[in-house]
């Protein structure tokens, strides 16, 4: 099966500055492998996503705050928490990188392409409600979950989180959904601070697994792999959203995590082996960090052939 890769020329539009390690080189890396491999390349089928309207970011944040954040931007950008900058292109593209995540939801459940990963940035996981925190504007992979079950009809939902950091942001805009499951590995103690083992959520649909940097990394592999059997103990989802991190990669400059490439390889395989038992292989992924260009694509690729190139 064809997994789909899928962008936006606006979320390069989004300009953080070459010094900011959320930078637009990052997805260009990213390009750049796919098409240093040709034959990979055409294994693939590469789409343009589509931007997420004003009442699609409404289903997870404060409307006044997405007024604020479209006001700093028409204003020429500026920065919205100490490490979340914006430019004149920001809400284009923080609108295309939450869209193309919908846009592969409807992909996935319509069974065009059930399967995609899509490059996006700025990054999702860590913004809240009303509030932008590390790099992120909006919470792209939250969205997606909220808009499968509104607009989909979908009701049960596991989101799994590998980014190095916890995704803070994306329990508190689903943990108040019990159908919605959450799994976060994360570095502890990290950024942000919170993803404790005992923080579960209100509805017990939340499973942290903070973890110490410097590990063998077969133990974060498999450390994952239980918090995601946990998850799914009597549980089985209708579609799988993956907030794919790859600053958990060994020599990321923002994580102390040990993953390998191939780790990524096996961990999608993995994930998908589960969603063709559970959900017809429905399984959307999203970029979140990774801060080594080079890596991040050679991840990527990784990730996308075992996703089904
Ligand atoms: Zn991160």
Redesign the pocket.
Known sequence: MRAAFISHSDCGAHDTGWGHPEHVGRLRAITRALRQDPEFFHKIEHLEGRHASVEELELAHDPDYIRAVRHVIEQGGGRLDADTVTSRGSWDAATAGAGCVLSAVDLSVSGVHPRSFSAVRPPGHHAVYDRAMGFCLFGNVAIAAHYARQKHGLQRILIVDW???HGNGTQALVQSEPEIHFVSMHQWPWYPGTGAADDRGPHGSVWNIPMPAGLPRDKYVAALERGIDAATNGFVPELILVSA?F?SLAGDP??GFTLETEDFESLTRSLVARAESWCGGRLVSAL??GYAPDRLAEASLRHLAALGA
């Open positions: 980014d190095v950091h991190g600053d923002l994580g979140e960090g």
